[in-house]
Each structure stands twice: as C-alpha cells, then as structure tokens.
Nanobody
Framework: QVQLVESGGGSVEAGGSLRLSCTAS????????LAWFRQSPGKEREGVAT????????KYLDSVKGRFTISFDNAKHTLILEMNSLKPEDTAMYYC????????????????????????WGQGTQVAVSS
C-alpha cells in the first residue's frame, strides 16, 4: 500500500496563502486518483480537491473553487495543494489520499470524485487560519 506523507501546514491570517505537499513512497500503475481531504473538529471529513493522473482532470469543493489549486509533480511524485485567499473556515487537518479504483465517468471524461472511498491516507497536516 502506498505511503503518503503531507507537509506544509501552518498558521496564517485570513487572506494568506499556504502550499501543501504530499510525497508518496511510490505510485503504482493502479493509482489513478489523488485527492486532498480536510476535517475540522465536530465536522465530517470532506473532499477538497482531486486530480486524475491519467488525464489531469481536477475537481474541487465548491467553497474552494477559484482559491485552491491541485497539481501533481511527476518528476518528484509529489501532490501539491496551493491555497490562496484563505478563510477561517478553511481551518482543518488536511489529508492527502490515493486510490486506484475510485474514478468515475461523467459521459465525457474520467474524473476522481471528492466523495469517493480512498484507501491510502497520509497522517495529515494542520492548517489554521485566523481572522
């Protein structure tokens, strides 16, 4: 099972930016979907952004569209989440996840869902945004 390690969390003021990274021990041929999730105390975990490695298609949680960008550095096998215009409601533990069987077809392209069952997880990195 792929091992994932996140980094880059921290504390910023509202309006600030952070860049999260997730490195993997390896990415095997079946790892089609990579994703960032977050969870804050008392709330359910939610999918923030996903990327399908085969075609680069990305999906985002509505509340982060236009502010967050997910990408994958092939050379470094690193998943990136660029977070701009951060808000206090973005405060959470952020996790990266991977799975080879969670992709979906929307009649035009394959994509990775933000509500899929991912089976490989990192340990998380904390993001705190103050007002």
């Amino acid at each position: 099972q792929v091992q994932l390690v996140e980094s880059g969390g921290g504390s910023v003021e509202a309006g600030g930016s952070l860049r999260l990274s997730c490195t993997a021990s390896y990415y095997h041929a079946g790892t089609y979907c990579l994703a960032w999730f977050r969870q804050s105390p008392g709330k359910e975990r939610e999918g923030v952004a996903t990327i399908y490695l085969e075609n680069g298609v990305t999906k985002y949680l509505d509340s982060v569209k236009g502010r967050f960008t997910i990408s994958f550095d092939n050379a470094k096998h690193t998943l990136i989440l660029e977070m701009n215009s951060l808000k206090p409601e973005d405060t959470a533990m952020y996790y990266c996840a991977a799975d080879g069987g969670v992709r979906r077809w929307d009649s035009r392209v394959w994509y990775c869902p933000t509500d899929g069952e991912y089976h490989s997880w990192g340990q998380g990195t904390q993001v705190a945004v103050s007002s």
